[in-house]
């Protein structure tokens, strides 16, 4: 049955995982994989920060975190630099900042020792008035500080934004394909958030943190208390633990982004397949694979959690332990008279800063290793060089406008094996018809993207106006020919913005012009607002037909020399889709037409018709030779004449 032969749908390659990466002088190291579905929550995830390294961590710790600060740095480098004199405020007003605090203590002894003890009331005012100044000196100084921070880290955060935007838009489908939809949309959101907070957080604290902890030191040892073998206890101790939690955090950060990825993946597919999903009963699956990516996310954010529920009372316990320390043996001090009440109190203070400079620290070291990971998967898009190769100074007057010739064209995508096009030759004259025909996967589609450089030839060439589109400048080659996609895209926005999506500066009259060669003006009249009739996303409140529609008119806005329609007159109903034809042809006598086409009906007048099967081009010529020449063509005019009939 010739019939079912070319109804018959192929399988599909397409590749969706993002692939590793090679990290050549780049910014990046590696892309983790996805879709580790590791669900299961056993004793050993809470308990491996304690007995040792958890099985399924990739890499060491240590590995991670000294490979991935270059990244970081060198995004943050980049793009905090334009904000270096925001940087410098903050920097002037930390300092200002650390300095009043370190300077408190201090004051506070004086008050203690000579007010207090010796009963100088004057003293007392005269000292704590300064102290209040001092103290509102520090909020101020605070506040500027974080105030100029937060101004440098989300001026940074919109800059990476804008230039992930800008490299993703320059993607080819290639690029796309192999990061995900979802993956990117989560690195130009979340990923950089981390990168932002580690900026803002890192602005404030880089300074203040080691300023306390060794300014702190300083003081602690000039106030003489004999203490200060304390603090080379304790801070050791702090720093030993912080390094051990903080070296397990790595690697869970990074599985923790690709978790995010998959989540906002399956939430992706889910909203754009919905009425597949509901069509087919699979709204208990879906919400499986929800699920399972969901609780993913949960163990391992568990993970993190449990080593910070044992971090900070650790660091409690240290900084608590240390304190209660003082005031043992300083009370021993005291009581020999070898050391003042107010000098021990000053004391006190400063081994509370110091532990506060080295918990802040250690906060920070924290962020470090996440938004190291987050630098990494931004740096790999920002790094990554689209396969769509810009020419420089590529042609932009074509010597032949509207000629297309394809020479021994062959076409693999990539990850495939086997090309799904190859020996493809055929040309069109400018305002030639030419017609491409074939069974349902035999690389029509394909053959259509190659003509606008969606994909580049694996071999061969294409022409386009007598230029090879490698040469060619992608904006004028794209000026010059009008692509209606098998499956049109409509923008949000209306009726009249998604027109002037081909051309900007088309007046109403030229959109309808459009609109009634697309047969597309009665709808539109009778749409409530007309032309400023509202679109939804992707196009959802029109019909099939009306999208397909509005496709074409938007494509002959754009006034191309070549027009292309991949199946556009499918959804048609025959008389539609007849008049539409006379109108284009009777309207745009000039523009070459490549129709791909299911209807052999539509297609029989056409100047060249090419038959594709397999990928290969098995006759080429009118409707006339190609019933004498051609068994295929013939087959699928037998077949579709029997159903018709
Ligand atoms: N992104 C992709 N990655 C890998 N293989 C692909 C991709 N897109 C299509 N293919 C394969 O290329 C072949 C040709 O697909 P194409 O979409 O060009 O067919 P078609 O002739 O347009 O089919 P239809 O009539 O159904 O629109 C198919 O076998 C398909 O599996
Ligand atoms: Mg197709």
């Known amino acids: 049955m010739p019939a079912r032969r070319h109804a018959i749908t192929r399988p599909r390659l397409r590749c969706s995982e993002p692939k590793a990466r090679g990290g050549s002088g780049s910014l990046s190291a590696k892309v983790p994989l996805q879709g580790d579905t590791n669900v299961r929550a056993s004793w050993h995830s809470f308990l491996w920060p304690i007995v040792g390294r958890h099985p399924s961590a990739e890499k060491s710790a240590v590995a991670l975190f000294l490979e991935s600060p270059p990244v970081l740095g060198k995004i943050l480098f980049r793009y905090l630099s334009r904000y270096r004199w925001l940087l410098l405020g903050v920097l002037v007003f930390q300092l200002a900042s650390a300095a009043a605090t370190l300077y408190l203590p201090r004051l506070n002894a004086d008050i203690i020792d000579k007010g207090v003890a010796q009963g100088d009331t004057g003293y007392i005012w005269r000292t704590g008035l300064f102290m209040l100044a001092v103290s509102f000196g520090q909020i101020v100084a605070s506040v500027t500080a974080t105030f100029f921070a937060a101004r440098a880290a989300m001026g940074a955060g919109r800059d990476i934004r804008a230039d992930v935007f800008g490299k993703v838009s320059g993607f080819s489908e290639r690029e796309v394909s192999q990061f995900g939809a979802g993956s990117l949309i989560t690195r130009n959101t979340n990923d950089v958030q981390q990168v932002q907070m580690l900026a803002m957080m890192g602005a404030t604290m880089l300074v203040t943190a080691p300023l306390l902890a060794i300014g702190g030191i300083i003081f602690a040892v000039q106030t003489n208390v004999g203490l200060s073998w304390l603090i080379a206890v304790s801070v050791p101790l702090l720093l030993l633990l912080a390094a051990l939690v903080i070296g397990r955090m790595v690697p869970l950060f990074r599985r923790y982004q690709g978790k995010l990825d998959n989540v906002n993946r399956i939430m992706r597919e889910q909203l754009t397949g919905v009425r597949v999903v509901r069509a087919f009963v699979r709204e208990r699956i879906e919400e499986e694979r929800f699920r399972g990516a969901n609780t993913d996310i949960m163990v391992v954010g ?104 394809l020479d021994d064209v062959e076409f693999t995508y990539p990850g495939a094996d086997a090309p799904v096009l190859h020996g493809i030759s055929f040309g069109a004259q400018p305002g030639e018809t030419v017609a491409i025909v074939g069974s349902t996967g035999s690389g029509k589609t394909t053959l259509v993207s190659l003509i606008p450089r969606l994909f580049d030839v694996s071999a061969g060439s294409v022409h386009v106006g007598g230029t090879d589109v490698r040469e060619a400048d992608v904006e004028a080659l794209w000026d010059s020919i009008g692509l209606v996609p098998q499956r049109p895209f409509l923008f949000t926005g209306t009726v009249a913005s998604n027109l002037r999506y081909g051309r900007e500066e088309a007046t109403d009259e030229e959109l309808w012009a459009a609109l009634e060669i697309a047969q597309g003006r009665d709808f539109v009249e009778e749409m409530p607002d007309g032309l400023e009739s509202r679109i939804a996303q992707g196009g959802t409140n029109v019909s099939g037909g009306q999208r397909q529609r509005l496709a074409i008119a938007r494509a002959i806005v754009h006034q191309p020399k070549i027009l292309v329609f991949d199946d556009s007159f499918s959804a048609l109903d025959l008389t539609t889709d007849a008049r539409l034809r006379q109108a284009l042809w009777r309207e745009l006598p000039h523009v070459t037409k490549i129709v791909v086409a299911q209807r052999v009906s539509s297609i029989t007048d056409a100047d060249r018709i090419v038959v594709l099967d397999g990928g290969t081009m098995v006759g080429v010529g009118t409707h006339a030779e190609l019933l004498e020449t051609s068994d295929t063509y013939r087959e699928i005019v037998e077949s579709q004449l029997g159903v018709d009939a």
């Open 302 to 405: 568990r993970k993190v959690g449990s080593l910070f529920v044992l971090l900070f009372p650790l660091f409690m316990l240290i900084l608590n332990v240390t304190v209660v320390s003082v005031i043992w043996f300083g009370g021993i001090e005291v009581n020999n008279g070898t050391v003042q009440v107010g000098t021990l109190f000053a004391f006190m203070q400063y081994i509370g800063q110091i532990m506060g400079g080295v918990i802040m620290a250690s906060f920070m070291a924290m962020m470090i290793p996440r938004a190291a990971v987050s630098a990494e998967r931004i740096g790999e898009v920002l790094d990554s060089e689209s396969t769509l190769v810009r020419p420089e100074n590529g042609v932009t007057e074509f010597p032949a406008p509207g000629a297309l010739a």
